[in-house]
């Protein structure tokens, strides 16, 4: 039996935005078997400092608590994981995040006789980027595929550049779940997820919005929301030039539309027809069996994500909306993505529960990690990923690297704080700008 049988079980999440906290600390509860509220299971989060570190208003708003949070660097997070003693650490980064740990991990735990399980994953759809992502997730223990059908893709990359598959453990979405829905409400509710990235120009975010708007002013007997992910100079897990609290003021709206922010899944209890481009909310209405629809205004493109609902029997344009079209999911696509509306979601996480208890009780131990990527197979790759986290090709931390031996003074913590916030005015005011003097 694992050491965690006879005292308290310790987990930790490294995460570096709202969105990956959210699914890196819902998964990790989701891992663990029995009650996740027992005070013998003890979660340690940690937010990997950068652009998109969430704000305290965002960590509240996504409501996933640990017994301990805090900021750390790169550098910071594998000192404290060579003090720490934990059984299970749930990486939530971006891939070259979690490919710069697994090395600076391996390097930290060397000699070391017993380690954590390192679990990694996606936080939603993945529709691009795929043998990169993959690739740069290859090495923890198990790499979590959301749905049968990316359990199925992620495997055929592996195998087909020789890398073992075996980390590869079918789950489905960890924030999937509540009441399905069963009727219209008074008033009826139309939703739109608006995503910070998708679509990224001035052009195709104020078209939404203005179909947002005609469709509310067409039907004043609904009440149509603009669901948003985060306020203006606060980052998600992708960057969001043009807000859409920017793109409204101004503009003559009816009193039944309206911006709201807040839980996901307390706005879809209320909602009776769930609109995005391609957010991973719509995941979430559909396992609600909530009507959802997929734009296809902007076609149907790899750029908007929209593709990967090919086949969904979501796709549907504005026009149809506003005509009164309510779009029927195809059952076999939904079942083949995870989404688990058939009621097989309490099982979701049982196979990665055993793996996970198998590789805790394994005798001597767990081997070292074993990332795909090494200085032999990319070695024009890796060192840049590597170096961008203030490490050496080895993993170890690089001359000069951020301390670790004490928490940051007011004086750093502010500098930190105005480097942050200069980071997010030059994305949101100052990048724009200059991209549309460049098109001039």
Same mark, same amino acid.
């Given at each position: 039996?694992?050491?965690?049988?006879?005292?308290?079980?310790?987990?930790?999440?490294?995460a570096d935005?709202d969105?990956?906290w959210?699914?890196?600390?819902?998964?990790?509860?989701?891992?663990?078997? /029995?009650?996740?509220?027992s005070?013998?299971?003890?979660?340690?989060?940690?937010?990997?400092?950068?652009?998109?570190?969430?704000?305290?208003?965002?960590?509240?708003?996504?409501?996933?608590?640990? %017994? +301990?949070?805090?900021?750390?660097?790169?550098?910071?997070?594998?000192?404290?994981?060579?003090?720490?003693?934990?059984? @299970?650490?749930?990486?939530?980064?971006?891939?070259?995040?979690?490919?710069?740990?697994?090395?600076?991990?391996?390097? &930290?735990?060397?000699?070391?006789?017993?380690?954590?399980?390192?679990?990694?994953?996606?936080?939603?759809?993945?529709?691009?980027?795929?043998?990169?992502?993959l690739?740069?997730?290859?090495?923890? $223990?198990?790499?979590?595929?959301?749905?049968?059908?990316?359990? %199925?893709?992620?495997?055929?990359?592996?195998?087909?550049?020789?890398?073992?598959? +075996?980390?590869?453990?079918?789950?489905?979405?960890?924030?999937?779940?509540?009441?399905p829905?069963?009727?219209?409400?008074?008033?009826?509710?139309?939703?739109?997820?608006?995503?910070?990235?998708?679509?990224?120009?001035?052009?195709?975010?104020?078209?939404?919005?203005?179909?947002?708007?005609?469709?509310?002013?067409?039907?004043?007997?609904?009440?149509?929301?603009?669901?948003?992910?985060?306020?203006?100079?606060?980052?998600?897990?992708? @960057?969001e030039?043009?807000p859409?609290?920017?793109?409204?003021?101004?503009?003559?709206?009816?009193?039944?539309?309206?911006?709201?922010? /807040?839980?996901?899944?307390?706005?879809? %209890?209320?909602?009776?027809?769930?609109?995005?481009?391609?957010?991973?909310?719509?995941l979430?209405s =559909?396992?609600?069996? @909530?009507p959802?629809?997929?734009?296809?205004?902007?076609?149907?493109?790899?750029?908007?994500?929209?593709?990967h609902?090919?086949?969904?029997?979501?796709?549907?344009?504005?026009?149809?909306? %506003?005509a009164?079209?309510?779009?029927?999911?195809?059952?076999?696509?939904?079942?083949?993505?995870?989404?688990?509306?058939?009621?097989?979601?309490?099982?979701?996480?049982?196979?990665?529960?055993?793996?996970?208890?198998?590789?805790?009780?394994?005798?001597?131990?767990?081997?070292?990690?074993?990332?795909?990527?090494?200085?032999?197979?990319?070695?024009?790759?890796?060192?840049?990923? =590597?170096?961008?986290h203030?490490?050496?090709? $080895?993993? &170890?931390?690089?001359?000069?690297?951020?301390?670790?031996?004490?928490?940051?003074?007011?004086?750093?913590?502010?500098?930190?704080?105005?480097?942050?916030?200069?980071?997010r005015?030059?994305?949101?005011?100052?990048?724009?700008?200059?991209?549309?003097?460049?098109?001039l």
């Amino acid at each position: 039996m694992p050491a965690s049988a006879t005292k308290s079980l310790r987990v930790a999440v490294l995460a570096d935005s709202d969105t990956r906290w959210k699914w890196g600390a819902l998964t990790a509860k989701r891992l663990i078997p /029995g009650d996740t509220d027992s005070p013998d299971i003890r979660l340690d989060g940690y937010l990997l400092r950068g652009r998109a570190t969430p704000t305290a208003r965002q960590l509240q708003e996504v409501g996933v608590h640990a %017994d +301990s949070l805090r900021e750390v660097t790169a550098v910071e997070f594998l000192r404290e994981m060579e003090q720490q003693s934990y059984d @299970i650490l749930v990486l939530s980064l971006v891939g070259g995040g979690t490919q710069a740990m697994l090395h600076g991990l391996r390097n &930290a735990w060397a000699g070391r006789e017993r380690r954590p399980v390192v679990v990694t994953g996606y936080v939603g759809v993945v529709y691009e980027k795929l043998a990169d992502g993959l690739l740069l997730r290859h090495g923890a $223990d198990l790499v979590l595929a959301n749905s049968r059908q990316d359990a %199925d893709r992620f495997r055929a990359v592996y195998d087909g550049v020789g890398a073992d598959s +075996s980390s590869v453990t079918e789950v489905a979405l960890p924030f999937l779940g509540g009441a399905p829905y069963e009727g219209e409400h008074d008033p009826y509710t139309v939703v739109f997820a608006a995503q910070p990235s998708v679509p990224d120009s001035r052009k195709d975010r104020a078209y939404l919005l203005d179909r947002l708007i005609q469709h509310a002013r067409r039907h004043p007997e609904r009440e149509v929301l603009l669901k948003l992910r985060s306020k203006p100079g606060e980052h998600t897990t992708h @960057i969001e030039e043009l807000p859409y609290q920017k793109l409204v003021q101004g503009k003559d709206v009816p009193a039944n539309f309206r911006l709201v922010y /807040g839980h996901m899944g307390e706005v879809l %209890d209320r909602t009776d027809l769930l609109v995005t481009m391609s957010s991973t909310a719509a995941l979430e209405s =559909l396992h609600r069996r @909530i009507p959802t629809v997929v734009l296809t205004d902007l076609g149907i493109r790899e750029a908007l994500g929209n593709h990967h609902f090919v086949g969904s029997g979501c796709l549907a344009s504005w026009d149809q909306l %506003d005509a009164g079209h309510r779009p029927v999911p195809d059952a076999e696509w939904v079942s083949r993505q995870g989404v688990a509306a058939d009621g097989s979601y309490a099982t979701a996480f049982d196979a990665a529960r055993e793996r996970i208890a198998k590789l805790l009780a394994r005798p001597g131990g767990l081997p070292p990690l074993n990332p795909y990527y090494t200085t032999e197979t990319a070695s024009g790759y890796l060192p840049g990923i =590597l170096a961008r986290h203030h490490l050496g090709p $080895d993993g &170890a931390p690089l001359p000069g690297a951020p301390a670790a031996d004490k928490a940051p003074g007011p004086v750093r913590q502010i500098v930190r704080r105005a480097a942050r916030g200069a980071y997010r005015h030059g994305v949101q005011r100052v990048a724009p700008v200059i991209r549309r003097m460049g098109e001039l």
